[in-house]
C-alpha cells in the first residue's frame, strides 16, 4: 500500500550486522518516549546491565579438528524441534513500537521457524495473531488480572485459538518503576502536550502510521488510559500464591510455563507444583533492580530442577553467542524481548526478521567456531564462567 510504500522505513536493515546496529537504527525511527518504554529497565538499570555483563564474561572453550561443514542449529523447545534455540518474548503494546504490531513479530516467528509468545498486554487479539500465521508455533503470556473471572474467559480464548503453551508470568505484583517512562511521561495511549507534538515533528512516519492504523488501538485493548505502572496497580492481581498455578494447571490442558523465576528456592517449588518449564529472568531488568543476573542462576537451576521441568532463560540476550552460552549451561532456549522489539521499531516485519536472521547467522558461526555440529552437542565444557 502507498502509506507503506511511503513510510515505512526498510532500506537501511541490510547494513545492520548486529543487534546493537538494530538499536542504533531503531532510535531514530520512533519517538523518543517509545524507544525508552522499549530500551529502559527499572530503577537504575543495574540489574539489566548486570544480565549483560554475565553473558559478555562467558569465556568460550573450542574444540578443533570437529569436521564442521555442516551444522544443525535446530533445538527441541517444549516437545518440538524450532530451528533455533529461540523463542520472542511476550512484550505488551506492540503496535506502539509499528503498527504492524504483533501480527508482523508473529510472521517473521514463522518463517524462522521458531515460537513467538503474544502477551496478556498484546495489541492484537489472540486469534488474529494465530491466524495470520496458522502453521506456526503460538505460545501466549498470562497475567492474572484482580478480577479473576476476565483472566479466566482469557485462558478459554487462548485455549480455543489452539495455543501451544501458555506462560504465567509471576514477577509482576506491582509495576517496576521504569524511570526513563516516569520523566517522558509515557502514557497510554500518548498523551497529545507540547512534548508529543515535537515529537511528531521529529517522528512524522511513526505518528502518520500510528494515527492512519485504527488508531493507537492498544487504548481499546485495555479499556485504559494511563501509565504502565497504574495499569499494573489497577489490573494486576499482586495476591497471587501457589494455589492460584494450582487453579491455572486445572484449566490449562497444555504446556504449561512460569516465567520470572529467580532463585533456585522457587524453581524447586514450580516443578513440584507441576509447571513443565520455567523461565529464569529478570523481565529484563524491568521489575526488580538488581536481581541475580539469570545466566548466574541456570546452571544451579538446571541441576535443582534435575529434568522435572524443562528452563528457559531471558533477559540481557544480544547475540547468536548468548544464544550458544545459555543452551550450553542448560537452557532448552534463550528468549528475546528487545532485540526483536528493535527490529521491529527498526523496520516493521522485515526488521524482526533482521534480528532473528542476525541471531542465527551468529549462532551458526559460534557453534562452527566452537567445533560443535549441532545444538544438542553444546555442553558444559564448551564455556568458562569467570
Ligand atoms: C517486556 N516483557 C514482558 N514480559 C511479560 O511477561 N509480559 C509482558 O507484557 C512484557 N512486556 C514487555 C514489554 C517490553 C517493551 C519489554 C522490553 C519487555 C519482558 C520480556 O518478556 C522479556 O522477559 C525481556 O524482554 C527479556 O529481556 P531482553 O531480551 O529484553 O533483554
Not at 28 to 51: L, M, W
Not at 137 to 165: C, I, M, N, P, T
Not at 269 to 287: E, K
Request: charged share 25%; hydrophobic share 45%.
Amino acid at each position: 500500500r502507498l502509506r507503506a510504500a511511503a513510510f515505512v522505513p526498510g532500506r537501511p536493515l541490510a547494513s545492520a550486522h548486529t543487534i546493537e546496529d538494530l538499536r542504533r537504527l531503531a532510535r531514530r525511527r520512533v519517538p523518543g518516549s517509545v524507544f525508552d518504554y522499549v530500551d529502559g529497565a527499572a530503577e537504575q538499570e543495574i540489574g539489566i546491565r548486570r544480565a549483560r555483563a554475565a553473558f559478555d564474561d562467558v569465556q568460550f572453550r573450542p574444540r578443533v579438528l570437529k569436521d564442521v561443514s555442516q551444522v544443525d542449529t535446530s533445538a527441541d523447545i517444549l516437545g518440538a524441534r524450532a530451528a533455533l534455540p529461540l523463542v520472542l518474548a511476550p512484550t505488551g503494546f506492540t503496535r506502539m513500537m509499528h503498527h504492524a504490531g504483533e501480527t508482523a513479530v508473529a510472521r517473521a516467528a514463522a518463517r524462522a521457524d521458531i515460537p513467538y509468545t503474544l502477551s496478556t498486554m498484546g495489541t492484537t487479539g489472540p486469534e488474529e495473531v494465530r491466524a495470520c500465521a496458522p502453521e506456526a508455533r503460538h505460545w501466549f503470556q498470562l497475567y492474572l488480572w484482580r478480577k479473576r473471572a476476565a483472566s479466566e474467559a482469557l485462558v478459554e480464548r487462548v485455549d480455543a485459538a489452539g495455543y501451544e503453551a501458555l506462560m504465567l508470568t509471576v514477577d509482576t505484583p506491582v509495576g517496576g518503576a521504569r524511570m526513563r517512562d516516569v520523566r517522558n511521561g509515557l502514557t497510554i495511549p500518548p498523551t497529545l502536550t507540547l512534548r508529543t507534538l515535537a515529537g511528531m515533528a521529529a517522528r512524522p512516519a511513526w505518528w502518520w502510521n500510528a494515527l492512519t492504523t485504527e488508531p493507537l488501538k492498544f487504548a481499546a485493548m485495555t479499556g485504559f488510559d494511563g501509565t504502565v505502572e497504574e495499569l499494573v496497580g489497577r489490573m494486576f492481581d499482586p495476591a497471587l500464591s501457589p494455589a492460584d498455578f494450582a487453579w491455572l494447571r486445572a484449566r490449562w490442558p497444555r504446556t504449561l510455563v512460569v516465567k520470572g523465576v529467580q532463585t533456585v528456592e522457587d524453581a524447586r517449588i514450580l516443578a513440584d507444583l507441576g509447571a513443565d518449564a520455567i523461565v529464569v529472568s529478570s523481565h529484563g531488568g524491568r521489575q526488580l533492580d538488581r536481581t541475580v543476573p539469570p545466566l548466574h542462576l541456570l546452571p544451579r537451576i538446571v541441576a535443582a530442577v534435575d529434568g522435572a521441568c524443562e528452563v528457559l532463560i531471558d533477559s540481557g540476550v544480544r547475540s547468536g553467542a548468548d544464544l550458544a552460552a545459555a543452551r550450553a549451561l542448560g537452557a532448552s532456549a534463550a528468549m528475546i524481548g528487545r532485540p526483536y522489539l528493535y527490529g521491529l521499531m527498526a523496520g516493521g516485519e522485515q526488521g524482526v526478521e533482521r534480528a532473528i536472521d542476525v541471531l542465527g547467522t551468529e549462532y551458526t558461526r559460534t557453534l562452527q567456531l566452537l567445533g560443535v555440529k549441532n545444538t544438542d552437542e553444546l555442553a558444559a565444557e564448551h564455556v568458562s564462567l569467570r
